[in-house]
């Protein structure tokens, strides 16, 4: 009571009193606090009660208002006193010894203000940098203390500052510094701060009290200086070098104090310190990147904790809960099971695990080239193969399935480009070289994964089909290149013949010589001319211009390769010329825009404009289509009667070629939602624009070889097959177009209608080849494009 009574007197008097110059006022108000620690008699009053909160406020406003009174990077005379004597070495001795009780919080928020307010750069200076280390090994020792609050503020100012002037970062690398200066790094590392560092290994605690000393000093007051002395002495802070023994990691302490921080059951604590890691791993400086990845711990914590949250998951989810999830962000990690009407179980672990992993995939994306690339590999090798795999590779339907729509939502939600890399190489590999029949389980995972995209059970076939789809999405070369482009490289699917002078003529007609006349050809005899379109009606459908890709020589026309695919499907198994909104022009806009997509993505690949030369192909190799390719045709050609696997789950709801009011709900797997993602599958493939893709999908006229299929020639016996079959079922037509209409919610449900699967399977055939031939179409406008 009297400690406040003596408070509110002197801020009277300081009231009334006339006021002093700048640098009497701020040596008055430190001598203040000095005098406290020689006169004081009860040293468990807690500092509130005391005027030293008061007493740093002043100095600081002081400080502050020298500055605005002076030119900027010019230093006044507080500024140079405070340096000089050590101001700051001397508070952070008493905020570690905690004397009086809550002197550590003023002293943290003392220098959070310090840096956060003063304009000039203060770290560079010994005086300032050396007990910023020291203050900094003192955040996150103790977890939930009344001073989290003011160490992740001061720990974040720090941060602040080094993002600005990233250089600073190597005045906190603190034990790398002496190997640095051994190697010649003059240039990263000032003489004055191997000095500081040298001296602060063996600092005593009478070296660290010697700023309060001094001022008593100063002020005529030397046995009081010595009995500071020995009152210090006894408050038992432990040197400096004891101080490192409580990070393992001792090279990096601002490191390790913020990944304490993190742990912090405090989540806006625990945030704010997630915050302050993502602002040092982005700093440029190359030392500080080797540093934090090699003597920290921060790769450890984020796989850890990966690891952690994934394994905390349940071993069985709903995927729709898992693709349906949202608001995931790592910084909002805030979830009320009471205030959720969408609450399933396992929701609070799954956003958990959900942003955390958002968190290090953000934090690999800002990081330094280096630091990511270490941080990514972390993740692989601890997370996704040391966890995930296992759970990938295990036999349980239900396991499988659960663990496919994690890695789905995985693939979906990363950006980084380092994550997305050790991710592919994770699903993938890392092999380059063609496929062959007998060599298809050289990378295990891949291996299964692509196998689960034909397996017994339609809804892990289903959910492994859209991994791959939003794989396939991802700006990583390899991707394609490991799936598909590898075993197309030589072009071996292809049959070779030595030109003459009369495959070098072209008929009237625009028909390449060897090409067949689709009007001439016995399975498309019912070719009628309302099927067909003329040349300037595929000039008025054409979207705007892509400019991606010169023009390739040699080109079928493209009229004749639309029409191809349009005139695959018979006219009596047509139905949707029957129903308004569901003609091809919807395809056409579609196309070109996902075109225009994923011509961004692959502008970097240097891909060829056209194909490579037969000449220098090795045709004599035996061609493999690979493995992912050959399950896609596989199930492209049990379209019509794809194995049926009932399930209660969730249902497919969105695809590209089919408009939404297309989809039926109810909510299970059937053959319909097959067949709908194996062709969605196949036309994100032929919209890439490299000229091998382009041939073997969307070419209909290429000259196979021997054996081999592409995937034209998979729907032509698809459609013979289907041509054959349609003679058995009276009233085919009319099934047929009974079964759109309920598909697109036109006409109510009602009986089963015999044949269920083949009609539903003749609808997707139908759009598909619809949604081939507007891709072609758009890819050639496209290529012909200045």
Known sequence: MFSKFTSILQHAVEALAPSLPLQEDFVYHWKAITHYYIEASDDKAPVTDTNIPSHLEQMLDILVQEEKERDFGETGPCMEYLLHHKILETLYTLGKADCPPG??????????????????????????????????????????????????????IVCAKLKQNPYLVNFFLENKLKGLASKGSASLITEDMLRGQDSEAGQSVEETSSGVEQAARENDLPQQADDLSASLEELNIPSSSESLSF????????????????????????????????????????????????????????????????????????????????????????????????????????ISFLSWFDYCDQLIKEAQKTTAVAMASSVRESFFVGVM??????????????????????????????????MVCFILGEQRQPENVTDINRHPLRHRLIEHCDHISDEISIMTLRMFEHLLQKPDE????????????????????????????????GQIAGAVDLE???????????????????LSASPPASPEHPKNDGKTEVHKIVNSFLCLVPDEAKSSYHVEGTGYDTYLRDAHRQFRDYCAICLRWEWPGSPKPLEKCNLEASFFEGHFLKVLFDRMGRILDQKQQWAVTFRQTYHSKIPQSFHTSVFMFCPYDVNLQVT???????????????????????????????????????????????????DFTSKLLLVRKRLLGLEPEGPIVDHMTLLEGVIVLEEFCKELAAIAFVKYHASSTP
């Open 103 to 156: 002197m550590k919080q003023q002293v943290l928020s003392f220098y959070t203000k310090l840096l956060g307010r003063i304009r000039q750069p203060l770290l560079p200076h010994i005086n300032v940098h050396r007990p910023v280390q020291k203050l900094i090994r003192l955040c996150g020792e103790v977890l939930a203390t009344p001073t989290e609050n003011e160490e992740i503020q001061f720990l974040c």
């Open 247 to 350: 990070h393992p990691h001792g090279d990096y302490n601002l490191v390790n104090s913020l990944l304490s921080l993190t742990k912090s059951p405090d989540g806006r604590i625990a945030v704010k310190a997630c915050e302050g890691l993502m602002l040092l791993v982005s700093l440029p400086e190359p030392a500080a990147a080797k540093c934090l990845t090699q003597s920290t711990c921060l790769c450890e914590l984020l796989t850890d904790r990966l690891a952690s949250l994934y394994k905390a998951l349940p071993h069985s989810m709903d995927p729709l809960d898992i693709e349906t999830v949202e608001g995931i962000n790592w910084g909002l990690d805030s979830y009320s099971h009471k205030e959720d009407a969408s609450a399933f179980p396992g929701k609070r672990a799954l």
């Open 389 to 422: 795999e296992p759970q990938l590779m295990q036999t349980s339907e239900i396991g499988i399935l659960t663990s496919t729509a994690l890695l789905h939502r995985i693939v979906r939600q990363v950006t980084s480009e380092a994550l997305v890399r050790e």
């Open 478 to 509: 390899h991707i394609l290149y490991n799936l598909v482009l590898r075993n197309l490289e030589e072009r071996n699917y292809t049959e070779y013949k030595l030109p003459c002078q009369e495959d070098k003529d072209v008929v009237e007609n």
């Open 520 to 538: 001439e050809d016995p399975l498309f005899t019912d070719l009628s001319p309302d099927t067909m379109l003329s040349n300037q009606e595929w």
């Open 680 to 730: 969605s599958v196949l036309s994100k493939l032929s919209l890439f624009p490299h000229p091998h893709i382009h041939e073997y999908l969307l070419d209909p006229y290429v000259n196979l070889a021997s054996g081999c299929r592409s995937l034209f020639s998979v729907i032509v016996r698809v459609v013979g097959d289907l041509m054959v079959r349609i003679q058995r079922i009276p």
